[in-house]
Nanobody, 125 residues
Framework: QVQLVESGGGLVQAGGSLRLSCAAS????????MGWFRQAPGKEREFVAG????????YYADSVKGRFTISRDDAKNTLYLQMNSLKPEDTAVYYC??????????????????WGQGTQVTVSS
């Protein structure tokens, strides 16, 4: 059974930084593309960043490009999202997600079937 557990959210002032972590278990982590999504109040869930199964490619939403960095540590079965220069509009619940099939690209076209419980990120102005 695949489990994804996010951590690292919190309250930060605009311009600050946070690092989110997602601990994965239940299957061979290194074979799967991974992604971060977010959902703000009253809005649909949206793709934030993704990483190819082998770490060879990363993908970002235009709104976070240059500020956020996705990475993975396969030895620790952990996905990360480093968020810098945070803005109030980054306020949302952030979710870690992955697909059913292995060897995925982690691009914005990914279709996750496994989701974490989410972690709240609040950026004050």
């Amino acid at each position: 059974q695949v489990q994804l557990v996010e951590s690292g959210g919190g309250l930060v002032q605009a311009g600050g930084s946070l690092r989110l972590s997602c601990a994965a278990s239940g299957r061979t982590f290194s074979r799967y593309g991974m992604g971060w999504f977010r959902q703000a109040p009253g809005k649909e869930r949206e793709f934030v960043a993704g990483i190819r199964w082998n770490g060879g490619n990363t993908y970002y939403a235009d709104s976070v490009k240059g500020r956020f960095t996705i990475s993975r540590d396969d030895a620790k079965n952990t996905l990360y999202l480093q968020m810098n220069s945070l803005k109030p509009e980054d306020t949302a619940v952030y979710y870690c997600a992955t697909e059913q099939i292995p060897y995925g690209s982690g691009s914005a076209l990914m279709r996750p079937v496994y989701w974490g419980q989410g972690t709240q990120v609040t950026v004050s102005s």
